[in-house]
């Protein structure tokens, strides 16, 4: 996940006079990092980032690399269990009923520190089960819990021209595909090519 905020000034066109603010903040170093990022004490930017996952296989690939202190390790959700989800949409949606209380208390603890929230942008794979499933019932949540707070997916959609591994890949993307039309207000739609 990541969390954005509103741009101050740039739609007070009496104040700016249409995009002349936007040049004022570009010129003068001010180019609103703070969106996507906030200032660490050591003056290092941390991105409003959750990584969340129900296997430990790709987070903790990231916390071995080069990258590992580029993310705030409270904002690291692995699954106790750690066993994923399968590539089963259910298996997903029904794990993320039972940890959904921790990973809700990350997204309002983010939520809280933002001076001027305006939406969630979530990155998921809608084949498998964590990314489908678990995916779908956070946009189920973020939509109750932040009703008018804008929800931007980048959706990794298979790859239609190669046979999937996996039989209930088609279920799982047409089970997310529900959820995606329903709880986000914009869709990328990425190809798995």
Avoid at 14 to 20: A, D, F, H, N, Y
Avoid at 119 to 135: E, K, N, R, Y
Avoid at 143 to 160: A, C, E, G, W
């Amino acid at each position: 996940f990541f969390f954005f905020q509103a741009e101050d000034g740039i739609r007070d066109a009496q104040e700016s006079r249409g995009l002349g603010d936007v040049y004022k903040r570009q010129t003068q170093g001010d180019d609103r990092k703070d969106v996507f990022f906030y200032q660490a004490d050591d003056e290092h930017y941390i991105p409003r980032a959750l990584l969340i996952d129900l296997e430990p296989r790709v987070i903790e690939m990231i916390q071995k690399s080069a990258f590992s202190s580029l993310y705030n390790p409270e904002n690291v959700f692995i699954s106790k269990e750690g066993i994923g989800a399968g590539n089963n949409w259910a298996s997903g949606y029904s794990q993320c009923e039972k940890i959904q209380e921790e990973i809700m208390e990350m997204i309002d603890r983010e939520a809280d520190g933002s001076d001027s929230l305006e939406g969630f942008v979530l990155l998921h794979s809608i084949a498998g089960g964590t990314g489908s499933g678990m995916g779908s019932y956070l946009l189920e949540k973020l939509n109750d819990r932040f009703p008018k707070k804008l929800i931007q997916t980048y959706s990794v959609f298979p790859n239609y021209l190669d046979s999937s591994d996996t039989v209930v890949q088609p279920y799982n993307s047409l089970l997310t595909l529900k959820r995606l039309t329903l709880n986000a207000d914009c869709v990328v739609v990425l190809d798995n090519t």
